[in-house]
């Protein structure tokens, strides 16, 4: 069975356990602190030069490191891949938005308010522009979502597992998706599909 390197509360680390429980796939969960990261190198250095979680072993004891790489080696071949080159893009488009413009302002806001320990004047500084970029990722998905069900053709597809991890808990970082109607029906739409598991 793969093992995976996993942390319970990072929606990196969850957007793999969410697609390996669409697809019925069992993993091994070795769940890694993402405050005290003092033992990182003696458990991931092996395994994925930036010490991060997720890291996934695969049988043979292959290792393969983030979570857009892990998602896409899990999901081809699957129906949360299509088949058509330019969907299959188009799915590429927005999983390295999610990693460019979506994540990095998302979860460290997450992070830092609701996971870091941090005292808040520690991170207060960091927070408007956080808060800002964050909330321009959320225009450009509501634009995009206006009138469609999913990211990419009309099923559910990596691209909205891997937009779906930090969107559905930003509340968590401070962010309100009230003016966002088609981000909130398109996060029920996910969470409503057979084989959903929350974060939890
Ligand atoms: N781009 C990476 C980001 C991975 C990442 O930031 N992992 C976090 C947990 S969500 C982590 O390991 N943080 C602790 C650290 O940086 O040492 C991915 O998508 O997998």
Same mark, same amino acid.
């Given at each position: 069975?793969?093992?995976?390197?996993?942390?319970?509360?990072?929606?990196?680390?969850? *957007?793999?356990?969410?697609?390996?429980?669409?697809?019925?796939?069992?993993?091994?969960?070795?769940?890694?602190?993402?405050?005290?990261?003092?033992?990182?190198?003696?458990?991931? $250095?092996?395994?994925?030069?930036?010490?991060?979680?997720?890291?996934? %072993?695969?049988?043979?004891?292959?290792?393969?490191?983030?979570?857009?790489?892990?998602?896409?080696?899990? $999901? &081809?071949?699957?129906?949360? %891949?299509?088949?058509?080159?330019?969907?299959?893009?188009?799915?590429?488009?927005?999983?390295?938005?999610?990693?460019? &413009?979506?994540?990095?302002?998302?979860?460290?806001?997450?992070?830092?308010?609701?996971?870091? $320990?941090?005292?808040?004047?520690?991170?207060? *500084?960091?927070?408007?522009?956080?808060?800002?970029?964050?909330?321009?990722?959320?225009?450009?998905?509501?634009?995009?979502?206006?009138?469609?069900?999913?990211?990419?053709?009309? &099923?559910?597809?990596?691209?909205?597992?891997?937009?779906?991890?930090?969107?559905?808990?930003?509340?968590?970082?401070?962010?309100?998706?009230?003016?966002?109607?088609? %981000?909130?029906?398109?996060?029920?739409? %996910?969470?409503?599909?057979?084989?959903?598991?929350?974060?939890?």
């Amino acid at each position: 069975m793969p093992v995976l390197y996993n942390s319970m509360i990072s929606g990196n680390c969850y *957007k793999v356990r969410l697609l390996a429980a669409h697809l019925g796939v069992e993993l091994e969960l070795r769940e890694v602190s993402v405050t005290d990261r003092s033992d990182r190198p003696e458990l991931l $250095g092996a395994l994925n030069p930036s010490l991060r979680v997720p890291t996934l %072993v695969l049988d043979d004891g292959r290792p393969l490191g983030e979570s857009g790489a892990i998602l896409w080696y899990l $999901g &081809e071949g699957t129906r949360f %891949v299509p088949a058509d080159r330019y969907a299959r893009a188009q799915v590429l488009q927005w999983m390295f938005f999610e990693q460019y &413009e979506h994540e990095p302002a998302i979860a460290v806001a997450r992070f830092l308010i609701a996971y870091s $320990g941090l005292e808040r004047e520690q991170y207060e *500084k960091r927070l408007p522009r956080l808060h800002a970029d964050g909330e321009r990722a959320l225009a450009a998905m509501e634009r995009h979502l206006e009138g469609r069900a999913f990211f990419v053709g009309d &099923e559910m597809t990596l691209a909205d597992i891997a937009l779906y991890a930090y969107t559905h808990c930003a509340e968590e970082g401070g962010f309100d998706l009230a003016p966002f109607p088609a %981000v909130r029906s398109w996060l029920a739409r %996910v969470a409503a599909e057979p084989g959903h598991i929350p974060i939890p």
